[in-house]
């Protein structure tokens, strides 16, 4: 059976309680277990998990009497996954309906909203949030032991038997062709979590007659797997071909194969560009790190975007900062306003996806920040979600920030080798570090007037009409590489904010079509984000992803498209008219 959320945390309350016993009695007691184990030095960031040896992003540090541990390592070695609340300041821990919550400069922490006391206070050390080892024992119902110059931490993880249930529902079992058909998966797992779902033979609907199966196939955290097959008539009558159906019923955030030709026959919308001034920095090149240095560096103040968009060829892991510097001789504030982080990835499209559509949200729906003020020569990193997580060989991280500032403020992005500076903190560091060359090939500069709305008139989607983005009516944004004093140009608009208000018919499809490449990105559709796409990429002009389609009146439809890292322009944003007839 299923068990609540109660049930597991009172696991973890279990697991806390045998630290009392000695560790021979807690292996007899979970005979069903497999042994973890994590040995540790002082000052150092080498472990070995389970005989395997690696590296923490912190050494074990000793301060007040106690030793830390860095959060995010050995989160990660636990199964926890690991976020950061930006509104809040707060580094997050979760696994199994558990959340931990921990804050720097306070000896509390809290497990699903419950305060508890940690046995020092905890800090970040070089982005790194730092906890007392004993205390991590203490979460995690983990035996800590130390062992002459040597300490260790050694846990048992039950393993089950009972494989999960595969099952799903349809909601007939006999279609026409081009009907939608209706899955609830009701697949569980005895001890509550499926780890994997996995389809085979499922598909929206079916466009040729006959029977066919589907099949599901679930994993829980233990590898054990569970299967359930139905099969399904399709007859030889056609409610939607397969081009109707697509336009009518593909969700928001996929895609569906169209002729990329026929987008280019429709009728283009001519429309004005009205410019906002927000400035933009974009920091892409070099788009790869080969040593560490400074990447880029321009003073600024008002309002301004950033967009950070590197991968690393190092061969080392490196920790990517955004430093703020106030030259004035009086306070200067700062307020970010909104950020998206994408990334570490593998590749540079799922990287900028994932960074604009976190950015997009927080726009919308994010909560206010603190006001930071730095005092006359005071420096601070501005982005620890990005520093606390170095990059590592071969990997792409993307950022977008918007930020506000009452004066000039200095900001630095900055690449350090994290293992090369031991006991040092990037603000000693930062004087030393060289200035990296530009890659000839992408851009880096400071750049005016970011935001730009397109000025629409009459009511589109009456007849196949596309408003197109990033072409010759649309220029790139020209600056300067302020590193170098260089003239630069924003190639790609690569961080440009475009806003569309438009006037949409009844029963109107919007999408967006790839015109220059792939595309990976997202908008805000009346405030709801939608990926472009969800589980992919838009490949090639012969895709169209679906963002939005009205109903039975005419609507005000506003989108929001900020250009994503690595994706190519033009673009067109496309309305079609659906049969009515065919609905």
Known sequence: MRKSIQTRLLKVAIGSMLLAVPFPAVSAFAQDASKNTILLNPNSASIQYNGQTSK??????????????????????????????????????????????????????????????????????????????RTWSEITGSLFEVNGASYSLSWNEEVKDVPPVARFITNKTVYKMGEPIEYSDESYDEYGRIVKTEWTGKERAFFRPGVVEITLKVTNPYGLTGSYTQKIEITEETMHTEEEFNRLFTPPGDKFPIAGQSVLRMAQVPYTIESQPIQLIRSNSPEYFLEEGIAYRDSISGKFRINIHNGNRSGKALTIYLVATNHQSHPVAYNINAFGKGGPATYVSTSGKNAVARFLDDTAHGKPRDKVVLKPGESVVVLPEVSQTPLKPNLIMTSYTEIETSDELQFTVAAVDAEAHPDQSIFEILPGLKRLDRDGRHVRGTFQDADRSLVIDGTLGYEEQRIAIGDHNDSFLAGEDKLLGLPETNKGNTGVRYKVRVKVAPNTLIGLNARGGHYAGALLVNDRVVQMVEKSILKDPDELGVLYRTGPTEETVDLTLVIASGSNLPISLVFIPLNKTAE
């Open 56 to 133: 923490a992003v912190q050494p074990v540090t000793y301060k007040d009497g106690t030793n830390y541990i860095p959060l995010s390592t050995f989160a990660g070695l636990y199964g926890y996954s690991v976020s950061y609340d930006a509104a809040t300041k707060e580094s997050v821990v979760s696994k199994d309906g558990a959340e931990i919550r921990f804050a720097a400069g306070t000896a509390r922490y809290t497990l699903n909203g419950e305060k508890r006391l940690a046995v020092g206070k905890l800090f970040t050390l070089k982005g790194s949030m730092m906890v007392p080892i």
